[in-house]
């Protein structure tokens, strides 16, 4: 077992942290940090304090990160279009980044020298933590509890707290049979009757969102306005980005959006089935792409698209902190200069529409694109030229006989 | 101007088109053969035969081929879970290389040594009918009346039929403002007020969906069985291909779904605005994701998703027949051997919900994914080092000093 | 036919252009403004002047390009190790773009509305002189006059000549068989004996090389000093772009180094085979890899390399002045900030063989790659539990009795 | 530590496996059977069998299997043009599937629940031995010594086989500081001076291969013939695949070809600078280019182009018997249906020219390609509307104000 001194703890003040707190102080004979960190998941985080303080902890963080959240990971990422395995929109995978960062820093300021996490060793978590933590600070130790200890079963834990006095909270509401996590982007859903593929999920797990049933019979319709590939303005409201996602959270919920239900592929190797709650992600996506829609060039736009299967693994990976996911990074936001405009869109029951887009950087050209007389701004004429070089290479293949089949 | 013996005309028996077979019959004085074809497009093909019969058409090709275009076509297609630029599921595009292949068949019979088309000269049709023809029969001659005569104006084109006593069919609806194509996979809208981004598309334009508005308050359950990663039967009820699309255009379309407003980027080099009514492709893009998500190994999905858009630019192009795309196509036939099993769906105004999978084919273990204790199938200790030598080449550039940004 | 006031030739001075200048004057009756440019093509670019007055040209420019090509142009390709079709380092496409740009400057320095260059219909140069007009210009009219006069064959060429009394040099050495081009990076070989695929190519062909069998039967090594990807200095001694890139043309010509023999794909849609002398290049390319080789990060030359194909096929089909081809370059720039530090080589009759490479910016550690006692700077422990994980989805497939095949 | 019952050694007859023999024995008290294959590394494999006998062992297995190594390993990846990070030719990585696929045989047939190899833990071997192993026998036990005993110097070593009486060879010759590998493909040296990346390999490590310098100062020409990719003559003369990758060896070392010094980047995810030594494969990698230059389609060579390094990748990090590398193999063997004719090449001092090529599948059309009148084979007015086409975005674009930069 590797000597600590002092190890920064993720700290949410709920029970399994609370547990790994007065594990690592007792495991390790260290000293240990609280980090906790309003991400926007609806929680509040100033009670971890006093816990903290009730388990001996001196040095106690407690960040809002919710603008640095949006700002700089949720951001960036929707700027490519970033979808794991055609569904997923990545609400977990890109809040662990900026913890890790948290975490690392925090280490740097008391001179801790080691991090400590509650992630379990067969998610993705783990990985998203680590690899954060070992490329910003190479030499830092990692303690992950779940990997070590043998509290494996929630009795085993429970009798740890017990004994420990550590306090459990008993919420007027029942104990939550899945595994959850939330942040602005989204919250998460695993576990539980969710185990069988072939089981539906239940209507009473969804927190954020109303069913498409429940949600209103009159549409809702929003104008996002886009600069840099990033939504500044609702309905010609200038927000800043963790409002534009608690907005369109809102109003994405209210109208039975962006609930997902999928089998994933973990890194780690196995398949996992979770369901997800993003509303205003799932706006964000479909808006960002009309406004793209209009404003970037076709090759630019297959090429990141076909780049974005990659980027999207990156960082369900775990390898925000890599140099190749920077590398990409540069080119997506290089590519973003001139996506700005407004996008209009109609919200109906789970529906996300498209029903304008306008741009003063739009490159449609009603004069090229019409079907009626377009005045010689277009030569047909040039197609057939067009068209019979595109072909010469297969006419010459058919010509010599060559089958396709 | 080329010499033209005779000519294989895809005919559809409407205004434009009868009028470019007479406009054949005087401008190349040649033989015309006509060609139409039933893909699912909704409309009679049997009234063409008397319309060319009355021009002294003598060869009159009309084939049903709706079951060739969806088990060839549309099916492989979906194999790959394709769609372009995010959004467009290709409905139009795919048509087209069958109708090539159809064209150049009937010359080869009846002797033919050029085929015609109406496509015009700014839209990817035009591009799509004749990289085919060139394919297929690489001598063959190409009459593209769109980028030759100088019809180019509807009265021009009405004078023409008037002149010529070409039939103007008076149908009790308003003509359509929209340049619309229907086959079994889907219909599209352009042009009219789709010409303006920002215009708002017009509800009594859609024809073969209700709006989620007017769908039905009860939800539709749907179980698709999959073999070889196609459809083959509907709530454990086989039917064809074409019978399968026809029955999820039907369910689809009852319950709002597939309704897409786009601007997309054609090959000849302009955006243009396109609508897309795609019930059944919609479910089942939703449907083979499902059932892939269970049976494909997690390396294989990723490298087709990562292909797949450079797929539906080979076929948005018209490449079908193309040597790149039978060879991709090759590699995502190979992975779909294990693509069995059963996908529950839930339809409700415009959404399509997955709500099971199973498989006797699925890669899913139950045993290793729990959250609750697996009875050592899974190694949890493994992951330590997993992490740590996925860090290895972050950490040792961060001990150089390196610098992500 | 377009109505022309100006145009600006590319104009060599050879006899072609001098054809094609005097043919605009006559066809288009329009003021003709010439420009020469020195690629380091090795001929004298002055005495185009005198030609171009004797044929009443007003506007005359000749520019040495020398660095701005190999700085702005070819350094920039080669960080990428740009290689097209395995095979062949682009020397005469990366020279268009250049050429192209200062065309359009000299159009909107001298009000032309046209440009005008003597490469033919069939192949790649056409394209990437006029892709990049229409880029940067996108009005100006473009004349090609081999895809449009007829004179098409040397007879007619010369019956032209001498009518308009051009004067035809009659050098000391025979008029090659080859249609040939140079510049700083390469110089070309098509046409004649190389039209068989067969034939070897002769070898008083090759201009710029000895032999293999020819060159010094003692090596020469150099050193070659990068920064941010480009190299710097030789021999610890500093030099301009366009010296260094002479410099080792100079020296990796006399060792035989840089001929190539193909047959290549064009843009246009045929094969055609090339034969080029790229002796820099050869070097460079080496080099490159070389010093990257203990710079770069393993995951940012991987995906370097994947996208390499595509960025060799943009320069190659005439896309330099494309918003793809910028995007990539971005991040193809970005990844070469540590790119920097020295690399050995040996060149010894056609070989350029790697014998050092060093960095202050080296990623390499010897500590952790010994075959000798490391000390604990690598836990070989680690690469069980790494191999494990790599291997589960494997083992999950496996365990449900999935074969490989 | 894993009960063991047998396992199966991969087991050379040197010093290392026969301590690792002996180690297995006394460590997990189990039966050890013995696998020795010759893949035309050059040694006698006959001789291990009397070494295994003297420590007890009762399977014995030593298996030629050169013909299974270059018809089922090396040919199908030379089918891609593989090559790892621009340089390296897999010779290593290529052999370790084809033993790791014997290994696992040998365990089901003679009851064996474990493997064991001699690679260690800081390699990229171990990862390509146990991912096969793991990916064929899911549940096998491995067995990797070097990452589980405590001998780990050179002396520890010696000391351990003088205890346990292991005959250790003094061959004439110094002992090699190299470590080395040697297959048909290739013979691999690491370590010793070539751990600084700045000192120059000595010209006495080499082994199979004379200096250019030593080569003869007549070139040698061969021809080789092609069916689906493959070589299955070499002047005219029909050879097995074992045959071939001999000869290419013997003419390629002779003649100075195919040695290689580079700083590779492992999948363990360090640094490490390699020799090679691959004379026939140096070789036919340019052959194989040529016969595909003038036989395979330009989309499909670049297709294969834009998918070799990921290829590459997968066989160096070990993933051979992936599903994901059966997937991708089953594309390239598809693109290799005309990959058939001939290449001749000249050999001179390090160098692999060719010199001609010629096939039956030839897409080289003599007629299009000329630069003498072609006979109408090629409209080169196509190409004004070609190039009209492909500049159109750009055009429009600019014409909208849009800045490249």
Same mark, same amino acid.
């Given at each position: 077992?590797?000597? %600590? ?116 060793? /067969?998610?993705? #978590?783990? %990985? ?8 910003? /600070?190479?030499?830092? /130790? ?53 185990? #069988? ?207 396709l089949l």
């Amino acid at each position: 077992m590797a000597e %600590v001194n002092k190890v920064v703890l993720a700290y949410s003040g709920g029970l399994d942290t609370s547990v790994i707190l007065k594990w690592l102080q007792e495991t390790y004979n260290c000293e240990v940090v609280t980090f906790t960190a309003d991400l926007g998941q609806g929680e509040e985080v100033e009670p971890a304090r006093a816990k903290a303080q009730a388990m001996g902890v001196k040095e106690i963080y407690i960040d809002d990160l919710r603008e640095e959240f949006v700002r700089d990971f949720v951001f960036p990422m929707f700027r490519a279009n970033t979808v794991y395995e055609g569904e997923y929109l990545l609400g977990t995978s890109i809040a662990r980044p900026l913890i890790a960062k948290r975490l690392i820093e925090i280490a740097n300021e008391t001179g801790a020298d080691a991090i400590s996490h509650g992630a379990t060793g /067969k998610g993705n #978590d783990q %990985v998203r933590f680590e690899l954060g933590a070992y490329a910003l /600070k190479p030499g830092v /130790k990692v303690i992950a509890p779940w990997r070590e200890w043998d509290l494996l079963s929630r009795e085993k834990l429970m009798d740890y707290a017990a004994k420990h006095e550590i306090p459990i909270e008993r919420h007027g509401k029942k104990k939550s049979p899945y595994s959850m996590d939330a942040n602005l982007l989204h919250i998460s859903y695993e576990g539980g009757v969710l185990e #069988d593929t072939w089981a539906e999920h239940e209507e009473d797990m969804w927190r954020w969102s109303v069913s498409p049933e429940n949600a209103p019979d009159q549409a809702t319709y929003i104008e996002l306005s886009y600069q840099n590939g990033d939504i500044v303005a609702i309905d010609g409201k200038e927000m800043s980005p963790a409002t534009v996602l608690a907005y369109l959270n809102k109003v994405g919920g209210d109208n039975g959006i962006g609930r997902l239900d999928i089998v994933e592929n973990r890194f780690v190797g196995m398949k996992s089935r979770g369901c997800y709650e993003t509303p205003g992600g799932t706006i964000m996506l479909k808006g960002h792409r009309a406004i793209e829609s209009i404003t970037l060039d076709r090759e630019v736009a297959h090429l990141k698209d076909s780049l974005m299967p990659k980027y999207a693994e990156l960082i369900y990976n775990g390898f925000w902190w890599s140099p190749e996911r920077v590398m990409l990074q540069q080119m997506i936001d290089a590519s973003q200069a001139q996506v700005n405009g407004v996008v209009r869109l109609k919200l109906y029951k789970g529906n996300v529409v498209v029903v304008g887009r306008k741009s003063d950087d739009s490159l449609f050209d009603a004069n090229i694109a019409t079907f009626e007389d377009d005045a010689g701004a277009y030569d047909q004429a040039d197609a057939a030229g067009f068209i019979k070089l595109n072909a010469l290479r297969m006419r010459i293949a058919a010509n010599k006989g060559r089958k396709l089949l």
